[in-house]
């Protein structure tokens, strides 16, 4: 569930003033200014939760790294991939087709292909996304 742009500046005000937070406020957040093209402040708030000592979920990661992928930050998206790691979440349908998808938006198939090769059990999901990831970077004979 994202948030109506309308209401963004209404949500970071609630979430500013929240005097208990807790990993699906910020998730909840994060997702919210993604989808709302407030990318980079997505990040940021993915980087605050952390520090602050959150858990995140495969709804945190899958978000943050779109955000990376559309902002083409490919250094801030491999950092998140560490995390990932580290937390074990890397064999995660959402978060292993959210960084194939960020690592194809930013130009860098062979790490795109190095998670797909990676993954333990190649589904649909992990299949578009790579084939969707081929045709974004104009490897059309990878594709078929």
């Known amino acids: 569930m994202g948030l109506p742009n309308f209401m963004v500046e209404e949500s970071k005000r609630w979430f500013h003033d929240l005097k208990e937070r807790d990993s699906i406020s910020w998730t909840t957040m994060i997702s919210g200014l993604m989808q709302n093209g407030m990318e980079r402040e997505a990040v940021d708030m993915f980087r605050e939760m952390r520090l602050a000592g959150f858990t995140m979920d495969q709804f945190t990661f899958g978000s943050v790294l779109t955000a ?23 064999d995660n349908v959402f978060v292993g087709s959210a960084l194939i998808d960020m690592y194809a938006k930013c130009k860098s198939i062979q790490s795109a292909e190095t998670v797909f090769k990676r993954m333990t059990q190649k589904n649909l999901v992990y299949w578009t996304a790579m084939l969707v990831g081929y045709g974004q970077n104009g490897f059309s004979e990878e594709a078929v």
Do not use: P
């Open 68 to 90: 990376c992928g559309s902002l083409l930050a490919l250094g801030e998206g491999k950092q998140i991939h560490a995390y990932v790691i580290r937390t074990d979440h890397k």
